[in-house]
């Protein structure tokens, strides 16, 4: 049973302050002019770390190519840690959720909220603050529609795993110290799933994704309320619950033929599909009905681009680069930041052309401690022991390490490559390797000739920073070292003319 039925209205109202369309134009444009800002698009790769894009370049262009991302014109780091709950106090390692409420709604808050502050307070988010001011707006993922990083646009929720179909205390609620639930807040929003929400709020015009199996059919009654295209069904009302008998997802046909002002497609009942799997699925797989997120992106644009005098916020999420890091598939990685650097071009070709869009890459957290290591050697997860702790030339360095150390490596937690042989060995630490344009004729991926050797550091995420890049009017401001929260201000300054209050 659904705990509340949101009014439609909520978002506007939990928007705050009135908001008005930018008037002034934005310095520091690509090329030195100064055009008016009228379009924002946000595109996350969630998970990619810096390594993530330089293995992508290296595995499809070769070491002195460039991924479409690389190509724009401004370049920077952002970084990405949270806070515990309850304070200001530093949580180094985030998680999606928390640093999507970051840029959405410029706060740190704990690791699995979404669209409150570190004390359980709703701050508006970018996406309902300009919808309020009368842009239209648009949430695209790979994952599930209703996953943390698109939810944190259009959704507030204590916890993430809140996202439905139904309620139940131990998704919604967070726990005491003693392990007991919180008591349900005064503010029921926070403990409605995101489902519910979005279907209810209206906050994105175009919302195209995966996580069919999260609605209902009074969600999609809900949505056409409200004029929305659905694309395929959200289910059979006489049924109590929905499966994928009843409901009937959306497909690239479906999106190629969408139309209205606003539209729902959900495309998958989980997560969309890693492009790799997808040309090894049966030719009538229902999985290769789904669109790219190239094509999502384009569509996406289409939708928006002229529906507002005002211009559109759109936000992209390259999903799967993360959720394949945390699985420690390094093919599936490298495929899946292929498929988000595509959405990149798709995006820029579109802002090349308008002239007044500002485009935005980054990403949410690195995923997985993905690194480059050097051709023929092997991880220290691998080794009997780390590398001796000791300097020949200067013995005052010299200290005591916490185990014994031989530099040998161990035959029972390495079988050779992994993505070659001994692949199905669930002991297997070794690189993945993986040929590039500039290797040989006749290289092979899983190989020992082949050049790019990866590795993972573990099967979550870190505290590295992440990279940004930018192109269009107002671009240069995000070439700089920043924390994340500064996105959301600087994104509010591009679509208001001013900086946020408060």
């Known amino acids: ?158 916890l993430r795993g809140c996202q439905g179909p139904t309620y139940s205390d131990a998704a919604c609620l967070p726990k005491n110290a003693d392990g007991s639930y919180e008591k349900a807040p005064a503010d029921k929003t926070l403990i409605t799933p995101i489902a519910e929400q979005i279907a209810r709020n209206g906050t994105a015009d175009v919302v195209l994704g995966g996580g069919l199996a999260r609605f209902e059919p009074d969600d999609q009654k809900a949505l056409q309320k409200q004029g929305y295209q659905v694309l395929g069904s959200f289910g059979d009302p006489k049924l109590p619950a929905q499966s994928a008998d009843s409901q009937k997802v959306a497909t690239k046909a479906d999106l190629d033929k969408a139309h209205a002002k606003k539209v729902v497609g959900l495309f998958n009942r989980g997560n969309l599909t890693v492009e790799q799997a997808k040309p090894g699925l049966p030719a009538n797989a229902p999985q290769k009905q789904e669109p790219t997120l190239a094509e999502m992106a384009k569509k ?10 005002k211009g559109f916020f759109l936000q992209i999420e390259g999903a799967q680069i993360d959720k394949r890091s945390h699985a420690n598939d390094a093919a599936q990685t490298l495929g899946e930041v292929k498929a988000f650097d595509d959405a990149v071009k798709a995006a820029t070709d579109f802002a090349k052309k308008d002239g007044h869009t500002l485009v935005i890459v980054t990403a949410d957290h690195e995923c997985a401690g993905f690194n480059i290591v050097e051709k023929g050697t092997y991880t220290n997860a691998e080794a009997v022991a780390p590398p001796a702790n000791t300097d020949a030339g200067n013995p005052a360095n010299n200290s005591l390490t916490s185990r014994p150390t031989s530099g040998a490596k161990d035959p029972a937690r390495s079988t050779g490559i992994a993505n070659g042989a001994g692949a199905g060995d669930t002991k297997n630490f070794a ?66 003319g001013r900086s946020p209050r408060g």
């Open 300 to 309: 996406s644009i289409d939708l928006l681009d002229g529906r507002s005098r």
């Open 431 to 496: 690189p993945a390797t993986f040929r590039t344009p500039d290797d040989p004729k006749g290289v092979k991926d899983g190989s020992p000739e082949a050049s790019l050797w990866l590795t993972y550091l573990s099967g979550n995420h870190t505290g590295a920073d992440v990279p940004i890049f930018a192109y269009g009017p107002g671009a240069d401001r995000f070439a700089a070292s920043q924390i994340n929260t500064e996105l959301y201000k600087k994104m509010y300054g591009s679509l208001f």
């Open 1 to 158: 049973m659904k705990v509340l039925a949101v009014v439609a209205a909520a978002s506007a109202v939990a928007a705050g302050s009135a908001v008005t369309a930018n008037s002034a134009p934005q310095h520091g444009g690509h090329g030195g002019n100064d055009r008016e800002i009228r379009n924002v698009i946000y595109l996350l790769g969630d998970g990619m770390g810096r390594t993530h894009v330089t293995a992508g370049r290296e595995r499809f262009y070769g070491a002195q190519g460039k991924l479409n991302m690389e190509r724009l014109p401004y370049t920077g780091a952002v970084a990405t840690y949270a806070v515990e709950k309850g304070s200001d106090q530093p949580s180094l390692v985030t998680d999606s959720a928390s640093s999507a409420t970051a840029w959405s709604s410029g706060v740190k808050t704990y690791n699995a909220a979404i669209g409150v502050d570190s004390y359980e307070k709703r701050r508006a988010t970018l996406m309902e603050q300009a919808k309020a001011a009368g842009f239209a707006t648009g949430n695209v993922s790979t994952a599930e529609i209703t996953d943390a990083t698109p939810a944190a646009q259009f959704s507030h929720a204590l």
